[in-house]
Antibody, heavy 120, light 111 residues
């Protein structure tokens, strides 16, 4: 059973960089065919796909965030990370990490989410 | 890319059935049979309950079923139980570079 757990600072000031880590247990992030994903939910709104990184390190980002987002793998720690530059209040959200498998178009395992608030 | 449209809330008594709609466009829901549904209880990890329009992952109750007609997908929950009270989100693969779009979410209340 794959489990994911997000971690990172919960409070940021405008213009800072959001940095979150997702620790994966019950499976290797290097396993062939896995795509490690970040999704967020703004207060009172639906979910937004941020992007994902393949098991081989290829990234895919939502065009609306592409200029500010970086997703990376740390295979030594079985973790993957999200960095979002130049945050504003509009980036206040609950951030989730999740897994997608190759050939499938859904997210079968999710973390519980971590709240990130951007405020001066 | 706009979010898929879902009703904000649905309420029904235990044992009854409800259907939640998810309306998109011919670039997402209407274009692909890659609609999935997620159940989200507060402070818990969202759970995949339907994928590829009507398939259930192993371990998901057969009280959950999915369907699609044109640009609208639907989730039906039959024999409603207290534990079904949660937020439900649909999602679809979408053409272009956005790749995935989610619904606005539906709060299900079991009366």
């Amino acid at each position: 059973q794959v489990q994911l757990q997000e971690s990172g600072p919960g409070l940021l000031k405008p213009s800072q960089t959001l940095s979150l880590t997702c620790t994966v247990s019950g499976g290797s992030i290097s396993s062939d065919g896995n795509y490690w994903t970040w999704i967020r939910q703004h207060p009172g709104r639906g979910l937004e796909w941020i992007g994902y990184i393949s098991y081989s390190g290829i990234t895919y980002y939502n065009p609306s965030l592409k200029s500010r987002v970086t997703i990376s793998l740390d295979t030594s720690k079985n973790q993957f990370s999200l960095k979002l530059n130049s945050v504003t209040a509009a980036d206040t959200a609950v951030y989730y990490c999740a897994r997608r498998e190759r050939g499938k178009y859904n997210f079968d395992y999710w973390g519980q989410g971590t709240q990130v608030t951007v405020s001066s | 890319q706009s979010a898929l449209t879902q009703p904000a809330s649905v309420s029904e008594s235990p044992g009854q059935s409800i259907t939640i709609s998810c309306t998109g466009t011919n670039s997402d829901v209407g274009a692909y049979n890659y609609v999935s549904w997620y159940q989200h209880h507060p402070a818990k990890a969202p759970k995949l309950i339907i994928y590829d329009v009507y398939n259930r992952p192993s371990g998901v109750s057969n009280r959950f079923s999915g369907s699609k007609s044109g640009n609208t997908a639907s989730l039906t929950i039959s024999g409603l139980q207290a534990e079904d009270e949660a937020e439900y989100y649909c999602s679809s693969y979408v053409s272009g570079s956005t790749l995935y779009v989610f619904g606005t979410g539906t709060k299900v209340t079991v009366l």
